[in-house]
């Protein structure tokens, strides 16, 4: 993919994943005004993400204990992936700022490297929004990772529909 840069003051951000457990897509899109972008990450990126979120705006709060408290409220409906869904990339690395001059946060998104190429040359998407508007997607975002598959209350891995090897559960009494 070409190297570019955009800059996005966020209207809305959200996170949702497509399909059924054990076999969705996720995907994180951003819009300002009617430009739309969506970029495709993993399960697992949404749920770092999630947590570094609420971790960053903590230690915000923490270094800035003038600023108000970031709500975290959403409307479900609202959280619901736009059309176009034609991923711009996929997420390799994903980053969180702060511009105390703006009260805004930014989340530097780039594209995964499929080869050894100079990092500076991936494709990178800045998001700028609200504390607010950050705090909503992590909660959702938490939400959205959920719906998956159960996790075992045994050994703490997804189980699938037609069954789960559970390795703590391996036909030994103890």
Same mark, same amino acid.
């Given at each position: 993919? &070409? ?13 949702? %994943? ?32 999630? +947590? ?30 736009? &059309? ?15 511009? &105390? %001059? ?9 594209? +995964? ?5 100079? &990092?500076?040359? %991936? ?27 159960? +996790? ?23």
């Amino acid at each position: 993919m &070409p190297y570019f840069e955009i800059d996005l003051e966020l209207d809305h951000i959200t996170a949702d %994943a497509i399909g059924q457990p054990g076999q969705r897509v996720f995907y994180l899109q951003g819009r300002q005004g009617n430009r739309v972008i969506t970029l495709i990450l993993e399960k697992f990126q949404l749920q770092s993400l999630a +947590i570094g979120i609420e971790q960053f705006l903590a230690e915000l709060a923490t270094q800035n204990p003038n600023l108000p408290e970031a709500s975290s409220d959403y409307q479900e409906n609202d959280m619901r992936l736009q &059309p176009p869904l034609e991923p711009l990339f996929r997420i390799g690395e994903i980053g969180l700022g702060y511009d &105390p %001059a703006r009260d805004r946060v930014v989340m530097i998104v780039r594209e +995964i490297q499929e080869t050894e190429q100079d &990092p500076e040359k %991936a494709a990178t998407v800045r998001f700028w929004g609200t504390r607010s508007q950050f705090r909503a997607l992590g909660r959702w975002s938490i939400e959205v990772i959920s719906r998956g598959r159960p +996790i075992c209350p045994q050994c703490g891995q997804p189980m699938e529909p037609e069954g789960h090897f559970c390795p703590k559960k391996n036909g030994h009494k103890h």
